[in-house]
């Protein structure tokens, strides 16, 4: 029989839901138990797909092509929680649900209502998540308590511990505990505040995870135990981490919440194993050499746009114990100062995904830089279809080749919309989306780089590779390197005259954990790792006296 724990936030967004819910995945599964990762999000949008980076950050892609919040990319980074489209539901998605049910005739004539009608499917999506293969489905709430949109989702936890049992269900709140300079005091109040409407709810908290700037004394504990109603020794501080994410559940077990967990639900569990993981954290304490990493794009001022590709960066750096520093370019920064300013400090260039016009002819003339001055290159969807579109015009002359997704009259289409793509007119859920196999060519760097013959990478775009013009392509030198051979599309391109140059139609940094880093993003930070010692061993010979 399953257990849940649900992850609530007060006080304000941004404290690290996401990650906590995750670290405790994390700590769960390191007693020997099968977690499921769960997230609800309160905003109407069915799934977050058809948001601007602005307003949410990345889309997290999911193997069986799920568009989802990126909090996701946490519980799969840190957990082996399988993680499906059933991982993620909006007020949106229920709603959508419901009324499609109410057309059917399904609900018999009854009058439709938020309860029992939106809170049954609410609890129906975490149910979904307790299959034989969990023990502990661990779901988190977005939003903040308090917020309208959060009600039903409350309401329907509420429903839901009544209904499986208090003894099985556990409630984990996450709040903020602000350290006011002018008093130079921590304060307590706004939890106090959250709590007391958790309570009107008739939701008790059976934990606190209290974010802080700065280590609470045992009198502030004592003081959120009483006003909060939590047990003194539930009362779990998660103090402002100062290298990485990863040190979050490492702070969290030193304050015993597996444990607590634990005990709170009579799980069976083992003992503790943390040592690969605290080794982890160790390393990148340590880390005193340094790579440099252009990120050219165009959502730069925002951390959570490209969140799991600077994570695969992170990843790679640690298998390789060198400290990944991003340098975020601005492609239309590029557009106006020209390729050189941005990239001659640079160690590699990556080129992540995107949609529209904006800014693409200064991701062009990244490209374009690196591949002529030998810069480490890596190109991911967007970032690929800009190499052959640079290639294209560059090295085989054609011109005026481009994207039909940037114009769609160009007499040179060489990245184009696929037959398929070309009737739909929905904008949510159609693109190519999820895990598709790739068949690697032997003989590639990409086959020297995955070991493998066949790999599965995820998917989301809508125009591919135009097969027309690959003969014009490989002719010149371009080497097309992954084929997904059933429809016979173009996944991987490089360019063997060059140190490294791989660009991929897919998103690998979908797939990379701390602890098991992407082999692309491997290589990638490895070949600028060697060429910013290169670069140092240049400069130290120079400046060395005659
Ligand atoms: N806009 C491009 C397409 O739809 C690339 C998408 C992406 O980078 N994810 O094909």
């Given amino acids: 029989m399953a257990r849940y724990i649900f992850v609530t936030g007060g006080v304000v967004s941004s404290l690290g839901k996401g990650l906590t819910a995750a670290s405790i995945g994390l700590l769960l599964e390191r007693r020997g138990l099968r977690v499921g990762m769960q997230k609800l999000d309160p905003y109407i949008n069915v799934d977050p797909g058809t948001m601007s980076p602005y307003q949410h950050g990345e889309v997290y892609v999911t193997d069986d092509g799920g568009e989802t919040d990126l909090d996701l990319g946490h519980y799969e980074r840190f957990t082996h ?15 959508l649900s419901v009324i499609e049910k109410e057309r059917r005739g399904e609900y018999l004539g009854s009058t439709v209502q938020v309860v029992p009608h939106i809170t049954n499917e609410i609890k129906a999506a975490v149910l979904k998540m307790a299959t034989q293969d969990v023990d502990v489905v661990i779901t988190e709430v977005g939003g903040t308590v308090g917020d309208i949109e959060s009600l039903p989702f409350l309401e329907a936890i509420r429903q839901f511990a009544l209904e499986q049992g208090r003894d099985k269900v556990m409630f984990i709140h996450l709040t903020l505990i602000p350290y006011i300079k002018a008093a130079g005091e921590l304060k307590t109040k706004p939890s106090q505040h959250s709590v007391a409407q958790l309570r009107q709810i008739g939701i008790q908290p059976d934990v606190l995870v209290c974010r802080t700037e700065r280590t609470m004394g045992d009198d502030m504990r004592s003081k959120l135990s009483m006003f909060c109603n939590v047990p003194r020794e539930a009362v779990i501080e998660e103090c402002d981490v100062t290298t990485t994410i990863y040190e979050v559940p490492l702070m969290l077990q030193e304050h015993g919440l597996d444990e607590l967990i634990v005990r709170r639900l009579q799980l069976s569990a083992g003992e503790l194993h943390m040592d690969d993981w605290r080794e982890m954290v160790n390393t990148v304490r340590n880390l005193d050499e340094e790579v440099v990493i252009g990120v050219c794009g165009k959502y730069m001022q925002l951390n959570d746009s490209y969140k799991s590709i600077y994570e695969s960066l992170a ?20 557009e106006r100062d020209g390729a050189e300013v941005h990239l001659k400090h640079v160690d590699g260039l990556l080129v992540p995904g ?20 030998g810069l480490p290159f890596f190109g991911i969807c967007l970032g690929m279809q800009m190499a052959v579109i640079e290639f294209a015009r560059n090295v085989c002359g054609l011109g005026p080749a481009n994207s039909t997704e940037f114009d769609a009259d160009c007499p040179v289409p060489v990245i184009d919309l696929m037959d398929e793509q070309k009737g739909v007119e929905n904008k949510g859920g159609t693109m190519r989306l999820g895990a598709y196999p790739c068949t690697l060519q032997s003989g590639t760097l990409a086959h020297s780089i995955y070991g493998r013959d066949l790999i599965s990478e995820r998917h989301r775009h809508r125009f591919e590779v135009n097969n027309r013009y690959r003969q014009l392509l490989t002719a010149k030198g371009l080497v097309i390197s992954g084929l997904y051979t059933e429809k016979d599309l173009v996944e991987i391109i490089e360019y063997p005259d060059h140190p490294w140059f791989v660009a991929v139609q897919f998103h690998p940094e979908f797939q990379s954990k701390p602890l098991a880093p992407h082999p692309l993003f491997r290589g990638f930070v490895r070949a600028a790792q060697l060429r910013a010692r290169a670069k140092r061993a240049k400069t130290s010979v120079q400046g060395e006296p005659r």
């Fill in 81 to 95: 929680s399988p993680i499906t489209k059933s991982s993620n539901y909006t007020t949106g998605r229920i709603y």
């Fill in 315 to 334: 990843h790679a750096g640690i298998s390789h114990k060198v400290k990944v520093r991003v340098v975020k370019i601005d492609a239309e920064a590029v």
């Fill in 354 to 373: 995107g949609f529209g016009h904006r800014g693409i002819q200064g991701k062009m003339e990244s490209v374009r830089y690196a591949r002529e001055n």
